[in-house]
């Protein structure tokens, strides 16, 4: 009796060993990504993939399938930064100077919004020109839903860049204060962070006309420090903030409150960058230098119920790819990210092996 209570929990672990190794994700490569100009930066709920070649913005079908995104006259480009469910797309058009060859001008650089084959200038914010000779002011669109509400960044006729919030052709400032927006939520609840005159970043939630500070970790004898990066559905919020061992840490804000989600190990920079209505948050961790490949340090993960997984780990054996940042996560579980492969930085995108697998599911 004894041997085959034994037999049957050696077999049990031997299963279990054996489910552990199998890979949870398949990858596609999406193409090269200089994480400016060339990418893919942007992943929705349909699989529909916003990204650019050498400052061309386009929009990838899941089957492959690429619509071209061409700029407005006046303009040497677009990058796509979101794209919303219904596959309405914002980002920006025109390149900076540095990220391919200008001449003495500098580029001009405004949001734009792209739905149904329509590509839209969303201007800058309201209020007088800079004096002759100065560089025109610009505005950067990071976040956009599917009633087409955009928000960003924009130079302010005073200087600092502040956060916006566009629709239906009108701009308006979201907070007062220096700094950025970085994204929106079907429900029109703003993310993004400030700079108040204690000059700390601050994150913020601003929705239904009223702005609210998130808490920090805490920072130790540094000051409080947050970056916001996405928000879910259910407005529950990832990004990072500085923590007590001078690096920045992961972090989710639930019900007023911030937890520290961590890192690979002990004593690493990690952050946040998407999270899906199931709960999954990717990201990016740092791994310790002696275990680093020579290319460096960070590498794409996962947390699932507050457990956090190197992604690749969890890719098929040989597959080439080293991972070492993760951007997006829709409701199905696929992952958009960014990596190397044969030595080159690439895009890819990862899909759960077997549907309704641990692979997506909170």
């Given at each position: 009796m004894r041997l085959r209570y034994l037999a049957a929990v050696g077999g049990?672990?031997?299963?279990?060993?054996?489910?552990?190794?199998?890979p949870q994700y398949t990858i596609t490569d999406l193409g090269p990504s200089d994480g400016y100009a060339s990418g893919a930066f942007a992943l929705n709920n349909k699989g529909q993939i916003a990204g650019a070649t050498d400052g061309n913005g386009w929009i990838r079908e899941p089957d492959g399938a690429l619509t071209h995104l061409d700029p407005l006259p006046g303009f040497n480009g677009t990058v796509p930064?979101?794209?919303?469910?219904?596959?309405?797309?914002?980002?920006?058009?025109?390149?900076?100077?540095?990220?391919?060859?200008?001449?003495a001008t500098s580029p001009r650089e405004h949001g734009f919004l792209y739905h149904n084959g329509k590509m839209t200038d969303t201007g800058i914010l309201p209020g007088p020109s800079r004096p002759e000779g100065w560089p025109e002011r610009r505005a950067w669109a990071t976040g956009v839903n599917d009633a087409g509400v955009v928000v960003g960044t924009a130079d302010s006729p005073d200087g600092p860049v502040r956060p916006f919030v566009w629709h239906g052709g009108a701009m308006r400032e979201v907070s007062g204060h220096a700094g950025n927006a970085t994204a929106i939520s079907e429900s029109g609840a703003v993310l993004g962070v400030v700079s108040p005159p204690s000059s700390e970043r601050r994150p913020f939630l601003w929705k239904d006309g009223e702005m609210t500070f998130l808490p920090t970790l805490d920072a130790g004898p540094a000051k409080p420090s947050g970056i916001p990066g996405a928000l879910n559905a259910d407005d529950v919020i990832v990004g990072s903030?500085?923590?007590?061992d001078g690096k920045m840490h992961a972090c989710l804000?639930?019900?007023?409150?911030?937890?520290?989600l961590g890192g690979l190990m002990d004593g690493v920079?990690?952050?946040?960058?998407?999270?899906?209505?199931?709960?999954?948050?990717?990201?990016?961790?740092?791994?310790?230098?002696s275990l680093a490949p020579p290319k460096g340090t960070m590498h794409a993960v996962r947390w699932?119920?507050?457990?956090?997984?190197?992604?690749?780990?969890?890719?098929?054996?040989?597959?080439?790819?080293?991972l070492t940042a993760a951007i997006a996560i829709n409701n199905d579980g696929a992952i958009l990210g960014r990596g190397r492969k044969d030595d080159m930085f690439r895009s890819f995108l990862l899909r759960p092996a077997a549907p309704n697998g641990s692979a997506h599911r909170g």
């Open positions: 049990l672990i031997a299963a279990l060993a054996a489910h552990a190794s199998e930064a979101a794209i919303s469910d219904n596959g309405t797309v914002a980002g920006r058009l025109g390149l900076t100077r540095g990220s391919v060859c200008f001449g903030s500085m923590s007590a804000w639930k019900d007023g409150r911030v937890t520290d920079t990690s952050a946040a960058t998407d999270i899906n209505d199931a709960g999954v948050v990717v990201g990016t961790s740092g791994i310790p230098p699932t119920d507050g457990k956090i997984s190197d992604l690749n780990s969890l890719l098929p054996a040989g597959s080439g790819w080293e």
